[in-house]
């Protein structure tokens, strides 16, 4: 089983970028893919989560409004839309799956972690 983060890089503040997940060897249908990110000398936070079922979507104080995540189930893949883009997002960004179908932005409850894919926005 795997998941595979990408799209992370260099940017400005105010600009924007676009992460993808790729999930596959799963026995299972998916069920709640979620982003986090982990700041130097930070703990891992919550970004924001979709359930694969309906669509539901969750989003931490820090980024609602400006980051927007969708699911390509063809594609089984998940990706964050990072808009207006603040130094404060600087951070390795990872994605995670659950078990579950519930959505959350609690580390706990998911089961599965990819490897981080780094974001900086420089000032």
């Known amino acids: 089983v795997q998941l595979q983060a990408s799209g992370g890089g260099l940017v400005q503040a105010g600009g924007s970028l676009k992460l993808s997940c790729a999930a596959s060897g799963f026995p299972f249908d998916f069920r709640t893919i979620a982003w986090f990110r982990q700041a130097p000398g930070k703990e891992r936070e919550g970004v924001s989560c979709?359930?694969?079922?309906?669509?539901?979507?969750l989003y931490s104080n820090s980024v609602r409004g400006r980051f927007i995540i969708s699911q390509d189930k063809i594609k089984k893949t998940v990706s964050l839309e990072m808009n207006n883009l603040e130094p404060e997002d600087t951070a390795v960004y990872y994605c995670?799956?659950?078990?579950?179908?519930?959505?959350?932005?609690?580390?706990?409850?998911?089961?599965?972690w990819g490897q981080g894919t780094l974001v900086t926005v420089s000032s």
């Open positions: 979709i359930a694969y079922s309906d669509g539901s979507t």
């Open positions: 995670a799956m659950s078990k579950g179908l519930l959505i959350s932005l609690e580390d706990h409850y998911y089961d599965y």
